[in-house]
């Protein structure tokens, strides 16, 4: 949206209302349980490893990345769905409108493209991620395909930009992002009104793009202009923005920016939510826990070693084996004897692909899928 | 003798240039909180560890989308030293139960 004055002037009123400071100078998030807090204004929070023992990620302890002051509240009758550009029927669509489409439900991880950025050496600039800015959930509303062929989409545009109700502060470029048609118009792509059969509520109410098996770049939130187009977006983020180099970097070095390309899709990857890195364990039968997903794929396989990769073993997979969701996967072990275990996952997906143990270091940090790893400490019982 | 002498200056040297650097540092830290804070809160500066060039990047970026910063060279020296990327990484900091 491109901002008025109002806006701005609302979109401060709303920084400077949230979050709460109490006196211990501690942050609350509404509606949040406690969070790693890279940031409070605007919000970017982590999930704790300790609250990913569920295959749905509950909306409280889902991770949030905002790039720009959260928007005033909507108000659901207020709200307008733009639709311009090259369609038959430019107009507007209220939240009854998108309500009176079928309704679909679909299961997708939710991947920030930083996610594990605080693992790359040499660091890089940006939120400095651990393990937790992911999150699975049901996501349910109308196709994204059905809203545009109501406006009567010209099937001959190649890409759909799309604007959100948040807006830059100062002279910070506007969130929008384009996306080929072929994707926007795939029948997982949907306009969510709910997540986890509730408001989305600061994940993008009342209306949050879902784009199943890309990263969270294209999950624009609070959607209110959709754009058919021949041209890609030529936005900030679009680019330079959200690129990944075509020919992989010496770590640390500068790329060359006619060599950088849009991220579409999402490498193979696992997590090990449990035991926690560095933390102790006493002798004994134990659970390692984890989660892995495959962004357009389904994940086929994890491996887990106890012994810093000697030897692998296959981990239980959670039954649900679909594409765009993870996988949940634990394995029992009782340590021989006490002390220090390095604990290893490595995915495979569908399409054969297998998590690498050197992730390709980039100048933005993004797409980290390294073989997960943590130490833990085994002392006698 | 002479070496001791010189490790004399040495020393005299830089108590000099930490005094000097004392000013500029807390100069650097007004000026974070001038120029940056009318946007974003600072917690997502004091989670990085980033080598001097990527912190005047990370300027320039700002400059550009709008930051008037009028201290620039103070405000560096602040970021560098205390954010810099010898420096550890912090703990992560946790948010207040909001439920």
Not at chain 1, 135 to 151: C, F, I, Q, T, Y
Not at chain 1, 175 to 188: D, G, I, L, N, Y
Not at chain 1, 234 to 248: A, D, H, L
Not at chain 1, 273 to 285: F, N, R, V
Request: net charge positive; proline share 8%.
């Amino acid at each position: 949206m491109t901002p008025n004055r109002r806006q701005i002037f609302a979109a401060f009123l709303a920084a400077a209302a949230r979050p709460m400071r109490s006196a211990d100078d501690s942050v609350t998030i509404a509606g949040k349980r406690p969070m790693i807090l890279h940031n409070d204004r605007p919000e970017d929070l982590e999930t704790p490893l300790r609250y990913f023992d569920s295959w749905v990620t509950p909306i409280d302890v889902f991770f949030v990345r905002q790039h720009l002051p959260r928007p005033a509240t909507i108000d659901p009758a207020a709200y307008r769905l733009n639709i311009s550009g090259m369609v038959a029927k430019p107009g507007q669509l209220t939240l009854a409108d998108l309500q009176k489409l079928p309704q679909q439900t679909v299961p997708a991880t939710l991947e920030c493209t930083g996610n594990g950025r605080g693992f790359y050496t040499p660091k890089v600039p940006g939120i400095q991620w651990g393990r937790g800015a992911v999150g699975n959930a049901e996501w349910s509303g109308p196709r994204l395909s059905d809203v545009l062929k109501v406006a009567g989409v010209d099937t001959k545009a190649a890409f759909l930009e799309l604007d959100g109700a948040d807006v830059g502060v100062a002279a910070t470029p506007d969130f929008v992002r384009s996306m080929p048609m072929e994707k926007a118009m795939h029948p997982a792509t949907l306009l969510a009104l709910k997540m986890n059969g509730q408001s989305p509520d600061i994940h993008g109410f009342p209306a949050r793009l879902i784009v199943p098996g890309w990263d969270g770049t294209s999950w624009v939130k609070w959607v209110t202009r959709l754009t058919p187009t021949a041209e890609l977006n030529k936005g900030f983020f679009m680019n330079p923005g959200y690129r990944y180099p075509k020919y992989s970097l010496p770590p640390g070095s500068a790329p060359n920016p006619a060599e950088l390309e849009i991220i579409e899709g999402m490498p193979v990857k696992s997590s090990l939510t449990s035991p926690e890195d560095q933390s102790k364990i006493s002798l004994g039968p134990t659970t390692i826990r984890g989660f892995a997903w495959a962004g357009e794929n389904a994940i086929e396989r994890v491996e887990v070693s106890t012994d810093g990769g000697s030897r692998w073993q296959n981990a239980q997979l959670s039954a649900q084996k679909l594409p765009f969701a993870w996988r949940l996967f634990t394995i029992n072990w009782t340590p021989a004897a006490p002390g220090y275990y390095t604990i290893m996952s490595r995915a495979t997906d569908t399409a054969g692909r297998v998590q690498p143990i050197v992730p390709a270091w980039n100048p933005s940090g993004y797409l980290w899928n390294g073989i997960d790893r943590v130490g833990v400490i085994v002392e006698k019982a | 003798m002479m070496r001791i002498r010189l490790a004399l200056i040495c020393l005299g040297s830089s108590v000099a240039a930490i005094a000097a650097d004392q000013a500029t540092l807390d100069l650097g830290k007004k000026e974070e909180a001038r120029s940056c804070l009318a946007c974003h809160s600072l917690r997502i500066i004091h989670s990085q560890r980033l080598a001097r060039a990527a912190w005047g990047r990370e300027l320039d970026k700002m400059a550009g989308w709008g930051s008037q910063i009028k201290e620039r060279e103070a405000l560096l020296e602040y970021l560098v030293a205390n954010y810099g990327n010898d420096k550890p990484m912090p703990v992560p900091e946790m948010s207040a139960n909001g439920k």
